[in-house]
């Protein structure tokens, strides 16, 4: 299944390694480069959308508020 986000190839390998390197300090187990793509994979696939998602939620209501600002000083004609 093809993750509905794209990064390039050294930002996934940090990100691998960020994924190794928590196994490693949190549970003392260490995981390969395929497991650690994997897991990768599961989060950029099942979870990453739904954090993207509220942040675009949170970024249209943060422009229709500062919208809204712009229309209140606006001149009234006489």
């Known amino acids: 299944m093809k993750a509905p986000f794209t990064i390039s190839k050294e930002k996934k390998e940090e990100m691998i390694t960020s994924i190794q390197d928590f196994y490693l300090n949190e549970r003392q187990e260490e995981i390969g480069n395929l497991e650690a793509g994997f897991l990768l ?23 229709s508020e500062k919208l809204e600002d712009v229309f209140e000083i606006e001149k009234i004609e006489k």
């Open 41 to 63: 994979d599961f989060f950029m696939n099942e979870i990453a959308p739904t954090f993207y998602n509220q942040g675009i939620k949170d970024a249209h209501q943060f422009l």
